[in-house]
């Protein structure tokens, strides 16, 4: 039992449905004290709901048929942290070749899909940078004698030409369109980073600067609760200043009658991995359970939105970059948090 409490993965015991022994690491994956053995039955409670109906059913069939089951599932924590599992069970038999216990083991696959998904978009974004490339010249280059053919005939217009109106309105279009361009060809660029050590804390503060006038013109107030002193973090300044302006502009967005933008930063771990946490929650309008899976996908918008729908998407594919993770979590009509987590330093710099 002592080696098995030490193992780097779950391991457990069942009798029938029942569970009858559960080691530390298990009930670590479970998002419980592994320290404290309590009730069997919080283990099988913290199952996603999504997925524990279905892992009930499928095992409680194997147990009948007197068969090895595997299965993949999740785990949901308290907190919301979701932790993904490779499981599986084998029946354990006596002398007679009866079953009198299945022995079970749990894999902790989150962040090998996690990687998988990162690898995936990163050669989908590879290929998506190739043809955004080549269809940017093509738009571009019309794009810019239309804006520049406009703003000659602007300038030589009368002020009372009736064209003026259609004029500035081709201006504004053509502006629109080249900075959806530009969207685009930053969505799907291959990223690279210029990691530099700085103050978490600078970088909120210059993001709030920026945005100072329409957080007050819309009338939101930013909340700083105190935080002790924060190491530094290696990470690319600029495109990190970019992911901050999205999300407090995304915020902005959200409250649009005036509301309270809360901000903490705090460091934290994964997986060992020393790391610094920013979270953004706001008072808006939220997202939808429909809308929510969708938020991080490119050309995606929520509502009257006139964006491009690739904020987030940008966002996130930045946050990859530096081996990080970002989440959204909303309630429509009570307000959203974003939960940014990033490692203190870049893995190949270490």
């Given at each position: 039992?002592?080696?098995a409490d030490h193992a780097p993965f779950g391991i457990f015991r069942t009798e029938g449905m029942a569970l009858v022994y559960s080691n530390r690491y298990n009930r670590l994956l479970a998002g419980l004290d592994p320290d404290e053995e309590g009730d069997p039955e919080a283990i099988r409670q913290s199952i996603h709901p999504e997925d524990r109906e279905r892992v009930l059913s499928?095992?409680?069939?194997?147990?009948?048929?007197?068969?090895?089951?595997?299965?993949?599932?999740?785990?949901?924590?308290?907190?919301?942290?979701?932790?993904?599992?490779?499981?599986?069970?084998?029946?354990?038999?006596?002398?007679?070749?009866?079953?009198?216990?299945?022995?079970?083991?749990?894999?902790?696959?989150?962040?090998?899909?996690?990687?998988?998904?990162?690898?995936?978009?990163?050669?989908?974004?590879?290929?998506?940078?190739?043809?955004?490339?080549?269809?940017?010249?093509?738009?571009?280059?019309?794009?810019?004698?239309?804006?520049?053919?406009?703003?000659?005939?602007?300038?030589?217009?009368?002020?009372?030409?009736?064209?003026?109106?259609?004029?500035?309105?081709?201006?504004?279009?053509?502006?629109?369109?080249?900075?959806?361009?530009?969207?685009?060809?930053?969505?799907?660029?291959?990223?690279?980073?210029?990691?530099?050590?700085?103050?978490?804390?600078?970088?909120?503060?210059?993001?709030?600067?920026?945005?100072?006038?329409?957080?007050?013109?819309?009338?939101?107030?930013?909340?700083?609760?105190?935080?002790?002193?924060?190491?530094?973090?290696?990470?690319?300044?600029?495109?990190?200043?970019?992911?901050?302006?999205?999300?407090?502009?995304?915020?902005?967005?959200?409250?649009?009658?005036?509301?309270?933008?809360?901000?903490?930063?705090?460091?934290?771990?994964?997986?060992?991995?020393?790391?610094?946490?920013?979270?953004?929650?706001?008072?808006?309008?939220?997202?939808?359970?429909?809308?929510?899976?969708?938020?991080?996908?490119?050309?995606?918008?929520?509502?009257?939105?006139?964006?491009?729908?690739?904020?987030?998407?940008?966002?996130?594919?930045?946050?990859?970059?530096?081996?990080?993770?970002?989440?959204?979590?909303?309630?429509?009509?009570?307000?959203?948090?974003?939960?940014?987590?990033?490692?203190?330093?870049?893995?190949?710099?270490?």
């Open positions: 039992r002592s080696i499928e095992y409680a069939q194997a147990v009948r048929e007197n068969r090895p089951y595997e299965t993949v599932f999740r785990f949901l924590h308290k907190d919301g942290t979701i932790t993904k599992v490779l499981s599986r069970r084998i029946p354990i038999k006596d002398d007679a070749g009866r079953t009198i216990m299945y022995q079970g083991f749990n894999i902790d696959i989150t962040a090998l899909e996690q990687m998988q998904a990162r690898l995936s978009r990163a050669e989908h974004l590879a290929t998506l940078g190739q043809m955004a490339a080549g269809i940017a010249h093509e738009i571009r280059n019309p794009l810019v004698g239309i804006g520049s053919t406009a703003s000659v005939m602007l300038e030589d217009a009368e002020p009372k030409d009736p064209r003026r109106q259609d004029l500035e309105t081709i201006l504004k279009e053509t502006r629109r369109l080249d900075r959806i361009v530009n969207q685009i060809v930053d969505y799907a660029r291959p990223r690279t980073l210029a990691p530099l050590l700085f103050a978490m804390e600078d970088l909120l503060k210059e993001t709030l600067a920026v945005l100072g006038a329409p957080l007050a013109k819309k009338q939101i107030r930013v909340e700083r609760p105190s935080a002790p002193h924060l190491s530094p973090i290696q990470a690319d300044r600029d495109q990190l200043k970019q992911v901050l302006l999205n999300i407090v502009q995304n915020a902005i967005e959200a409250m649009p009658d005036g509301g309270i933008l809360r901000i903490a930063a705090v460091e934290s771990r994964r997986d060992q991995e020393p790391g610094m946490t920013v979270t953004f929650t706001d008072n808006g309008s939220g997202v939808t359970r429909a809308d929510l899976p969708h938020v991080f996908e490119p050309f995606f918008t929520i509502g009257k939105h006139r964006g491009t729908g690739l904020g987030l998407a940008i966002c996130r594919n930045i946050v990859d970059a530096h081996q990080g993770e970002i989440r959204l979590e909303s309630q429509p009509g009570r307000g959203t948090t974003v939960s940014l987590w990033l490692p203190l330093r870049q893995p190949s710099l270490v």
